[in-house]
């Protein structure tokens, strides 16, 4: 005889795993702007026991090709935004803020690539108008997922690797799937 699920909240159980949101490379999908995945095993293997993975590559969602020219993170006086390298005239900046807009999953947390124009959370080199390397931030993907969820575990796959870091994680996904119910989002 099957165990009766314990319901924990609307339309669901304790047992179901909360759904995080996860860059589509890191599970190995060729989608990267040089038609590469960028595989981690400790998200496509370690982490899925645990929770339930949505893939998401903004950069194919806003309609770019793969393979595709690179972008970078852009300094201006008005602020940062998402260009093309060999193309700087091409501005990304708003697609990729309306594609994070455009996320309404049930997501508990996130799970993004480190470095990555639209992915990276506080890992992605930023430049100026000549192409120098000034700083780091966030790509405008995760910034902007960030600014919506500011309560959702984030992290990158580098975060990952450190064992502890991977059980807090997985530990914080729960707790705010149980604090902001079966919808995960405000």
Do not use: N, W
């Amino acid at each position: 005889m099957e165990p009766r699920s314990v319901k924990s909240g609307p339309g669901r159980s304790r047992h179901d795993k909360p759904l995080v949101g996860t860059s589509a490379c890191l599970l190995g999908e060729p989608v990267r702007y040089d038609g590469q995945a960028k595989r981690s095993v400790t998200v496509a293997e370690e982490l899925s026991r645990h929770v339930a993975l949505r893939r998401y590559c903004p950069e194919v969602g806003i309609g770019l090709p793969v393979p595709r020219p690179p972008i970078q993170l852009v300094r201006f006086a008005d602020g940062v935004r998402v260009r093309g390298v060999e193309q700087p005239d091409e501005d990304y900046t708003a697609a990729l803020t309306d594609h994070a807009d455009s996320v309404t999953e049930p997501l508990c947390g996130f799970v993004l690539k480190a470095r990555s124009p639209s992915c990276g959370l506080g890992t992605t080199p930023l430049f100026d108008r000549h192409d120098r390397e000034i700083d780091t931030t966030s790509g405008a993907f995760a910034a902007r997922i960030r600014e919506r969820f500011p309560e959702m575990p984030l992290c990158d796959e580098e975060d990952l690797e450190d064992p502890d870091f991977l059980r807090e994680f997985i530990r914080r996904v729960y707790l705010y799937r149980d604090a902001f119910g079966v919808l995960g989002r405000r």
